[in-house]
């Protein structure tokens, strides 16, 4: 491996492992807001062990996210200096904007919220829920920006030494990019939350243990995630492919596989790109679908690769389509599986269909697999730029770093997450095991 | 007047790394005293109480200076992190460690459990404190930087600081193990604060004890450091207001023998911003000195970002630092007193 394949799977391996604990956590404070709103206005003792129960799970999911969240901001400069060198200016402002403004809210008002319940009354307590809400998402912006930014470039001014100077705070923290990124991730995150929380629900129901909750949860987690998963699709997902269409075309060709341009073009539902060949194998396809879901014309013309330099083209292609492909599979099955369970839940019948609730149970792990391949399709579409049309990744990484040092870092994390990842199952199973009666 | 904006910065970080030492530095002290002062479970869960809904907080305030660091001045970063590479990645193992072994060992009640993360907390913490220590007197003494501002150190070389120096050697080890004393105080001084009975004197015992090595400590970094780093020595002759600096860290050295637990800690707090500002006012302008050719040093000049960003930086810090100060002394007055395990 050389030291430029050493630094992106650095930060590939531990922002993805990174990014399993923020994605619950934030649409988990979401939903404990919820359960805490419900106990607060109707005084019901059973929403408050909802949420203290909840609560547990995530102290455990949150502590998990800050001590792997610490590598991720030391990254831009241990890794990628020469990024951090020429654009420090301009996303060192968001990633300093969310220690001063979310990380100290969050810190401050996670201990009172886990810790001060009785000290605190309904009111203080419902509002430290609500603060740390308010903390994660706003810690959620603050990154987004600062990827929104790498994607989509803007109130900026290029220096003559290669520096990029900041010229428009604004611009750099609202634009169009970043406000469909946005919703779109933390509409994710509340997808993943809401399928765990039916499934923990779901699990409940089946074992005949705790059933009382376990209602709770499948109803609350079934209706979120029903939600969830329309806006994931329409309109969050609808416009961040536009975004894509109009400002990354060699990426928006990458991800559906589209080797040639053509009026009318194709949707890819299935199929392998082969990129000798120029084509995809074995292609199952939904004729005229990609033009119309992108310009809303059934015959419009769509770019396909050859139409742009080889040097814009994702250098992982196959890799970039099967995420896309995947993100968007899992999807559209997530739709269809949460609108029969809300139709059970509607007709009364949900508690009781022991098929769905198994569906229910063994849902649990999807959600973490689609936003994954959803940031792997960022990622990977954005390539080979690392500040697109700017910065090219292989001009971003430590010059001075060698592969043998990365590696030996690399294989360190890889140790101690696979220690991590170990105690964090043992832990939130003992969580689960207790119930929200302990 | 070019050099305000970069001057307030390099002011800002200075003092949000100084307000990391204090606040998480009587967290790694409480650690490495932890095994050795705290003897029974319920003494053990008596030092993690005294930490406990603070250490996460605490933590923030390396993020939050990181941050600002990062974009404030940008080559620095770039150039630090990526030199002193395998250093700072153990430092993250070891951040890792010390924040699991805090959250994770009271939620099982297991006589295999608890003392197994009780070490790690323990280690974790010494070897922090080892690190910070080394990683500033690498800052002190210079690091070998190259025409195009970077530099790679490896971990160590023969421990001397000749032409291939690595960034352990004599002098920085010996930065590290005062550090290392510092913090031991630092948390004897907090833990006798927070805590009662057997455990409070016994960390008032190793407070006053400890006062001593880092008397000697201190004496002996100071003379090590002027030899090493001449600019140190201008500094202070060409300000010599900036003696305010070392003779706050002295008043906070004697305060730190008081009685009163509370004004022996805030003396503690003294002692080392007044060590640290010491360092940082020697080391001005330069923010990262080359061990080398004085003209390839970073300073506050050739290292920050440029203006706009440097001025609508203050407009939002301003506010949002305050927001985070009232974020603190709300969680610290609530958590005013001693703790009960």
Redesign the interface.
């Known amino acids: 491996m050389d030291a430029l394949t050493v630094h992106r799977f650095h930060f590939a391996f531990t922002v993805t492992f990174h990014y399993l604990f923020p994605q619950l956590t934030m649409g988990l404070a979401l939903l404990i807001v919820i359960l805490k709103t419900i106990a607060l206005r109707t005084g019901n003792e059973h929403y408050n062990k909802a949420a203290r129960f909840w609560g547990k799970v995530l102290?455990?999911n949150f502590?998990?996210g800050?001590?792997?969240g610490?590598?991720m901001?030391?990254q831009?400069?241990?890794?990628w200096?020469?990024f951090?060198?020429?654009?420090?200016?301009?996303?060192?402002?968001t990633?300093?904007?969310?220690?001063?403004?979310s990380?100290?809210?969050e810190?401050?008002?996670?201990?009172?919220f886990l810790?001060?319940e009785k000290?605190l009354g309904p009111k203080a307590h419902w509002l430290s829920a609500f603060l740390v809400f308010a903390g994660s998402w706003l810690s959620g912006f603050f990154i987004i920006a600062t990827n929104a930014w790498m994607q989509y470039p803007s109130g900026y001014r290029l220096?003559s030494n290669g520096?990029i100077?900041?010229?428009n705070?604004w611009q750099l923290l609202l634009n169009r990019w970043i406000f469909w990124q946005y919703l779109h991730n933390m509409i994710g995150s509340v997808v993943t939350a809401s399928f765990v929380m039916a499934s923990i629900g779901a699990f409940y129901l089946l074992s005949r243990t705790h059933e009382a909750h376990g209602r709770t949860f499948v109803r609350i987690g079934v209706v979120a995630a029903f939600l969830g998963c329309c806006l994931m699709l329409f309109p969050t997902g609808d416009q961040q492919g536009k975004n894509i269409a109009y400002y990354q075309p060699p990426t928006l060709a990458g991800m559906e596989g589209l080797f040639h341009t053509q009026a009318g073009a194709p949707l890819a539902i299935l199929g392998q790109p082969d990129l000798e060949a120029k084509k995809l194998d074995n292609p199952f396809t939904v004729p005229n679908a990609l033009s119309f879901l992108t310009y809303r014309r059934w015959k419009a013309e769509v770019k396909g690769l050859t139409d742009f330099p080889r040097a814009w083209w994702p250098d992982n292609i196959p890799l970039l389509y099967y995420s896309y492909h995947i993100m968007v599979g899992l999807g559209t099955i997530f739709i269809a599986v949460m609108a029969v369970a809300a139709y059970l839940l509607w007709r009364g019948k949900l508690y009781g269909s022991r098929p769905m609730l198994w569906v229910l149970m063994l849902a649990l792990p999807f959600p973490y697999i689609a936003t994954t391949a959803g940031w792997m399709t960022a990622e990977l579409g954005r390539q080979p730029w690392l500040i697109y049309g700017i910065l090219r990744t292989a001009e971003g990484s430590?010059?001075?770093?060698?592969a043998g040092?990365g590696l030996?870092?690399l294989i360190?994390?890889m140790g101690?997450y696979g220690v991590?990842a170990i105690?964090f199952l043992f832990?939130v199973h003992?969580e689960i095991e207790h119930g929200p009666e302990a | 007047m070019q050099d305000l904006m970069p001057t307030i910065w390099f002011c800002v970080v200075a003092v949000m790394v100084a307000v990391y030492v204090v606040l998480d530095g009587f967290d790694l002290g409480a650690g490495i005293l932890h095994l050795s002062i705290a003897r029974t479970d319920s003494e053990r869960r008596a030092v993690l109480a005294s930490i406990g809904p603070v250490w996460d907080g605490n933590e923030v305030w390396l993020l939050a200076g990181g941050g600002t660091l990062y974009f404030a001045f940008p080559a620095l970063y770039a150039a630090g992190f990526s030199g002193f590479y395998l250093p700072l990645m153990m430092v993250l193992w070891l951040l890792i460690l010390r924040g699991i072994s805090i959250e994770f060992r009271n939620h099982l009640d297991h006589t295999v459990w608890a003392p197994f993360w009780d070490t790690v907390f323990c280690l974790a913490s010494a070897l922090l404190a080892i690190f910070f220590g080394a990683a500033l007197g690498n800052v002190v003494r210079g690091v070998p930087l190259d025409s195009s501002g970077y530099f790679f150190l490896p971990l160590w070389t023969d421990f001397t600081m000749g032409r291939e120096a690595g960034i352990l050697d004599w002098y920085t080890i010996l930065i590290g193990i005062a550090a290392f004393l510092t913090l031991a105080e630092h948390g004897a001084l907090w833990v006798a604060l927070k805590t009662e009975g057997p455990l409070e004197s016994r960390a008032r015992q190793a407070a006053a004890r400890f006062w001593w090595f880092v008397v000697g400590a201190v004496f002996l970094i100071t003379i090590a450091s002027f030899r090493i780093q001449p600019h140190l020595g201008e500094s202070f002759r060409d300000r010599p207001w900036g003696y305010i600096f070392p003779l706050l860290a002295i008043a906070g050295l004697i305060v730190m023998r008081s009685r009163k637990a509370l004004h022996a800690f805030l003396g503690s707090c003294a002692y080392i911003i007044g060590m640290l500002t010491s360092v940082v006012f020697g080391v001005y302008p330069l923010v990262l000195p080359s061990d080398g050719d004085p003209a390839l040093s970073l300073t506050i000049r050739n290292a920050a970002a440029p203006g706009y960003g440097l001025e609508i930086g203050l407009i939002w810090f301003i506010p949002g630092i305050l927001l985070a100060a009232c974020y603190f002394v709300y969680t610290y007055r609530s958590f005013a007193g001693k703790v009960r395990a």
């Open positions: 102290a455990i502590a998990m800050v001590v792997t610490i590598p901001e030391f831009f400069g241990t890794n200096a020469r951090s060198k020429a654009a420090g200016g301009v996303i060192g402002q990633l300093a904007m969310e220690g001063v403004f990380f100290f809210l810190s401050s008002f996670l201990g009172a810790w001060g000290r220096a520096e100077l900041l010229t705070l430590s010059a001075r770093v060698s040092n030996f870092t360190g994390f101690i991590l105690l832990l003992r």
